[in-house]
Protein backbone atom coordinates (compact mmCIF):
# COMPACT_ATOMS: atom_id res chain seq x y z
CA UNK A 1 0.00 0.00 0.00
CA UNK A 2 1.21 3.24 -1.09
CA UNK A 3 1.68 5.64 1.82
CA UNK A 4 3.68 9.17 1.85
CA UNK A 5 3.94 11.87 5.24
CA UNK A 6 4.20 15.32 4.51
CA UNK A 7 5.83 17.35 7.11
CA UNK A 8 3.63 20.90 7.39
CA UNK A 9 5.63 23.98 8.60
CA UNK A 10 5.49 26.25 5.88
CA UNK A 11 3.42 27.62 2.58
CA UNK A 12 6.14 25.35 0.66
CA UNK A 13 5.03 22.39 2.51
CA UNK A 14 1.30 23.44 1.08
CA UNK A 15 2.91 22.90 -2.35
CA UNK A 16 4.49 19.35 -1.29
CA UNK A 17 1.50 18.10 0.10
CA UNK A 18 -0.19 18.87 -3.33
CA UNK A 19 1.67 17.23 -5.36
CA UNK A 20 2.65 14.50 -3.79
CA UNK A 21 -1.38 14.12 -3.09
CA UNK A 22 -1.89 14.96 -6.97
CA UNK A 23 0.68 12.42 -8.31
CA UNK A 24 -0.55 9.70 -5.46
CA UNK A 25 -4.32 9.99 -6.96
CA UNK A 26 -2.91 9.83 -10.53
CA UNK A 27 -1.05 6.71 -9.43
CA UNK A 28 -4.04 5.06 -8.11
CA UNK A 29 -6.29 6.05 -11.60
CA UNK A 30 -7.79 9.31 -10.55
CA UNK A 31 -9.07 11.13 -13.41
CA UNK A 32 -7.68 14.68 -13.62
CA UNK A 33 -11.16 16.57 -12.38
CA UNK A 34 -10.70 14.25 -9.01
CA UNK A 35 -7.20 14.79 -9.27
CA UNK A 36 -7.79 18.18 -9.41
CA UNK A 37 -10.15 17.99 -6.33
CA UNK A 38 -7.99 16.37 -4.49
CA UNK A 39 -5.03 18.76 -4.73
CA UNK A 40 -7.16 21.32 -4.09
CA UNK A 41 -8.81 19.85 -0.64
CA UNK A 42 -5.20 19.08 0.59
CA UNK A 43 -4.08 22.78 0.14
CA UNK A 44 -7.04 23.79 1.83
CA UNK A 45 -6.87 21.35 5.06
CA UNK A 46 -2.57 22.23 5.02
CA UNK A 47 -2.95 25.97 4.94
CA UNK A 48 -5.32 25.64 8.01
CA UNK A 49 -2.52 23.67 9.60
CA UNK A 50 0.12 26.04 8.81
CA UNK A 51 -2.19 29.08 9.74
CA UNK A 52 -3.52 28.10 12.80
CA UNK A 53 -1.57 25.38 14.17
CA UNK A 54 1.90 26.47 13.05
CA UNK A 55 2.79 23.03 12.71
CA UNK A 56 1.59 19.32 11.65
CA UNK A 57 1.32 16.30 9.19
CA UNK A 58 -0.22 15.27 6.02
CA UNK A 59 -0.38 11.60 5.47
CA UNK A 60 -1.57 10.36 2.15
CA UNK A 61 -1.90 7.03 1.41
CA UNK A 62 -4.00 4.55 -0.97
CA UNK A 63 -6.99 3.12 0.43
CA UNK A 64 -8.06 -0.92 -0.58
CA UNK A 65 -11.21 -1.50 1.74
CA UNK A 66 -13.24 -4.82 0.45
CA UNK A 67 -12.67 -4.11 -3.02
CA UNK A 68 -13.17 -0.38 -3.41
CA UNK A 69 -10.01 1.61 -4.03
CA UNK A 70 -9.42 4.99 -3.06
CA UNK A 71 -7.18 7.54 -1.09
CA UNK A 72 -7.08 8.84 2.17
CA UNK A 73 -5.64 12.21 3.42
CA UNK A 74 -5.13 12.77 7.25
CA UNK A 75 -4.35 16.17 8.57
CA UNK A 76 -2.87 16.46 11.99
CA UNK A 77 -1.55 19.00 14.29
CA UNK A 78 -0.97 19.35 18.03
CA UNK A 79 -2.28 23.16 17.22
CA UNK A 80 -5.27 24.82 19.58
CA UNK A 81 -8.25 23.13 18.41
CA UNK A 82 -11.49 24.57 16.81
CA UNK A 83 -13.52 25.94 19.37
CA UNK A 84 -16.73 25.59 17.73
CA UNK A 85 -16.43 22.43 14.52
CA UNK A 86 -20.06 22.95 13.34
CA UNK A 87 -19.42 26.64 13.00
CA UNK A 88 -16.05 26.53 11.42
CA UNK A 89 -17.44 24.28 8.84
CA UNK A 90 -20.06 27.01 7.75
CA UNK A 91 -19.56 28.57 4.36
CA UNK A 92 -17.69 32.28 5.14
CA UNK A 93 -16.47 31.38 8.58
CA UNK A 94 -13.48 32.52 9.32
CA UNK A 95 -11.26 33.49 12.20
CA UNK A 96 -8.04 34.97 10.25
CA UNK A 97 -8.28 37.15 6.86
CA UNK A 98 -9.39 34.25 4.44
CA UNK A 99 -12.39 33.67 3.05
CA UNK A 100 -13.84 31.07 5.23
CA UNK A 101 -14.06 28.59 2.16
CA UNK A 102 -11.11 26.04 3.27
CA UNK A 103 -12.97 23.54 5.50
CA UNK A 104 -16.38 23.48 4.09
CA UNK A 105 -15.05 23.78 0.56
CA UNK A 106 -12.82 20.38 1.25
CA UNK A 107 -15.93 18.76 2.38
CA UNK A 108 -17.41 19.61 -0.48
CA UNK A 109 -14.44 18.46 -3.13
CA UNK A 110 -14.36 14.88 -1.05
CA UNK A 111 -16.66 11.48 -0.77
CA UNK A 112 -15.99 11.47 2.92
CA UNK A 113 -15.10 13.87 5.74
CA UNK A 114 -14.22 13.52 9.12
CA UNK A 115 -12.95 15.70 12.22
CA UNK A 116 -12.01 15.60 15.27
CA UNK A 117 -10.38 18.21 17.26
CA UNK A 118 -9.80 18.91 21.09
CA UNK A 119 -9.01 22.29 22.61
CA UNK A 120 -5.40 22.61 24.05
CA UNK A 121 -4.81 19.26 22.24
CA UNK A 122 -5.45 19.20 18.31
CA UNK A 123 -7.20 18.75 15.07
CA UNK A 124 -7.20 15.55 12.71
CA UNK A 125 -9.29 16.01 9.84
CA UNK A 126 -9.71 12.76 7.77
CA UNK A 127 -10.64 12.86 4.22
CA UNK A 128 -11.55 10.41 1.03
CA UNK A 129 -12.36 9.73 -2.23
CA UNK A 130 -13.11 6.42 -4.08
CA UNK A 131 -12.49 5.20 -7.43
CA UNK A 132 -15.66 4.70 -9.28
CA UNK B 1 10.94 34.30 -3.75
CA UNK B 2 12.45 33.23 -7.26
CA UNK B 3 8.86 31.76 -8.66
CA UNK B 4 7.30 35.05 -8.13
CA UNK B 5 10.28 37.31 -10.24
CA UNK B 6 10.59 33.96 -12.75
CA UNK B 7 6.72 35.19 -14.07
CA UNK B 8 7.34 37.19 -16.85
CA UNK B 9 5.22 39.76 -17.38
CA UNK B 10 4.96 41.22 -20.87
CA UNK B 11 3.82 44.18 -22.46
CA UNK B 12 1.63 44.29 -25.49
CA UNK B 13 0.63 47.86 -26.75
CA UNK B 14 -1.64 48.95 -24.28
CA UNK B 15 -1.56 45.29 -22.55
CA UNK B 16 0.21 43.65 -20.41
CA UNK B 17 0.06 39.77 -20.06
CA UNK B 18 1.21 37.34 -17.47
CA UNK B 19 1.44 33.69 -17.71
CA UNK B 20 2.04 31.44 -14.63
CA UNK B 21 3.63 28.49 -15.49
CA UNK B 22 5.23 27.49 -12.01
CA UNK B 23 3.50 25.96 -9.06
CA UNK B 24 3.14 29.33 -6.68
CA UNK B 25 3.61 29.07 -3.27
CA UNK B 26 1.23 31.55 -0.48
CA UNK B 27 4.18 34.33 -0.22
CA UNK B 28 5.38 33.85 -4.17
CA UNK B 29 1.89 34.49 -4.74
CA UNK B 30 1.32 37.57 -2.71
CA UNK B 31 5.15 39.18 -4.21
CA UNK B 32 3.58 38.33 -8.21
CA UNK B 33 0.06 40.33 -7.16
CA UNK B 34 2.60 43.23 -5.82
CA UNK B 35 4.79 42.77 -8.94
CA UNK B 36 1.90 43.27 -11.34
CA UNK B 37 0.78 46.28 -9.77
CA UNK B 38 3.38 47.49 -10.04
CA UNK B 39 4.33 46.93 -13.71
CA UNK B 40 0.60 48.47 -14.36
CA UNK B 41 1.14 51.61 -12.98
CA UNK B 42 4.92 51.40 -14.67
CA UNK B 43 4.10 50.78 -18.18
CA UNK B 44 0.05 52.94 -17.75
CA UNK B 45 -1.27 49.59 -19.42
CA UNK B 46 -5.26 49.48 -20.16
CA UNK B 47 -5.90 46.24 -19.45
CA UNK B 48 -4.21 43.06 -18.18
CA UNK B 49 -4.40 39.83 -18.90
CA UNK B 50 -3.09 36.80 -16.68
CA UNK B 51 -3.25 32.98 -18.22
CA UNK B 52 -3.82 30.14 -16.00
CA UNK B 53 -3.67 27.21 -18.60
CA UNK B 54 -0.37 25.63 -16.95
CA UNK B 55 -2.43 26.51 -13.48
CA UNK B 56 -3.28 23.19 -11.97
CA UNK B 57 -4.92 23.69 -8.49
CA UNK B 58 -6.59 27.26 -7.74
CA UNK B 59 -7.50 26.81 -3.78
CA UNK B 60 -9.48 29.65 -2.01
CA UNK B 61 -5.85 31.58 -1.52
CA UNK B 62 -5.33 31.55 -4.70
CA UNK B 63 -8.84 32.03 -5.64
CA UNK B 64 -8.28 35.38 -3.75
CA UNK B 65 -5.01 36.89 -4.77
CA UNK B 66 -6.99 36.79 -8.04
CA UNK B 67 -9.94 38.64 -7.20
CA UNK B 68 -7.74 40.81 -5.36
CA UNK B 69 -5.49 41.91 -8.37
CA UNK B 70 -8.66 42.41 -10.44
CA UNK B 71 -10.21 44.83 -7.79
CA UNK B 72 -6.51 46.68 -7.16
CA UNK B 73 -5.98 46.70 -11.13
CA UNK B 74 -9.49 48.20 -11.42
CA UNK B 75 -8.75 50.94 -9.04
CA UNK B 76 -5.80 51.78 -11.17
CA UNK B 77 -7.55 52.02 -14.04
CA UNK B 78 -6.64 48.87 -15.79
CA UNK B 79 -9.43 46.23 -16.36
CA UNK B 80 -7.82 42.19 -15.66
CA UNK B 81 -8.87 39.34 -17.69
CA UNK B 82 -8.52 35.82 -16.49
CA UNK B 83 -7.80 33.40 -19.40
CA UNK B 84 -6.74 29.91 -20.64
CA UNK B 85 -8.92 27.97 -16.72
CA UNK B 86 -8.62 24.10 -17.26
CA UNK B 87 -12.11 22.75 -16.55
CA UNK B 88 -11.01 20.81 -13.56
CA UNK B 89 -9.72 24.17 -11.92
CA UNK B 90 -13.28 25.79 -12.80
CA UNK B 91 -15.60 22.54 -11.77
CA UNK B 92 -12.71 22.59 -7.99
CA UNK B 93 -13.18 26.28 -8.09
CA UNK B 94 -17.47 26.10 -7.84
CA UNK B 95 -17.86 23.17 -5.85
CA UNK B 96 -15.19 25.00 -3.39
CA UNK B 97 -17.55 28.05 -3.17
CA UNK B 98 -15.25 30.44 -4.59
CA UNK B 99 -17.18 31.89 -8.30
CA UNK B 100 -14.26 34.53 -8.20
CA UNK B 101 -17.27 37.44 -8.58
CA UNK B 102 -16.40 40.14 -10.33
CA UNK B 103 -13.46 38.73 -12.37
CA UNK B 104 -13.70 38.54 -16.38
CA UNK B 105 -12.64 35.53 -17.90
CA UNK B 106 -12.10 34.67 -21.66
CA UNK B 107 -11.36 31.07 -23.20
CA UNK B 108 -7.59 31.99 -24.75
CA UNK B 109 -5.35 34.65 -24.82
CA UNK B 110 -6.82 35.45 -28.38
CA UNK B 111 -10.05 36.17 -26.93
CA UNK B 112 -8.75 37.62 -23.65
CA UNK B 113 -7.48 40.20 -25.54
CA UNK B 114 -10.99 41.06 -27.52
CA UNK B 115 -12.91 40.53 -23.82
CA UNK B 116 -10.35 43.20 -22.95
CA UNK B 117 -10.85 45.57 -25.88
CA UNK B 118 -14.09 45.55 -25.43
CA UNK B 119 -14.42 46.28 -21.64
CA UNK B 120 -12.51 49.09 -21.89
CA UNK B 121 -14.69 50.33 -25.07
CA UNK B 122 -17.49 50.20 -22.85
CA UNK B 123 -15.31 51.63 -19.95
CA UNK B 124 -15.02 54.72 -22.61
CA UNK B 125 -18.49 54.86 -23.25
CA UNK B 126 -19.67 55.17 -20.10
Known amino acids: MKERIVPVRSDLDIVTARVEGREMAKELGFGVIDQARIATAISELTRNIVQYAEEGRAIIRELDSGGRRGIEIICEDQGPGIPDVELALRDGYSTSKSLGMGMSGARRLMDEFEIVSELGVGTTVTIRKWLR | ?126
Open chain 2, 1 to 126: MIEASRIPILKIGDFLVASIQVELYDKSAVMFKDNLLQRIYETKAKGLILDLTAVEVVDSFMGRIITEVGQMARLMGTRLVITGLQPAVAITLVELGLELHGVNTALNLEKGIAALNRLIAEGEGA
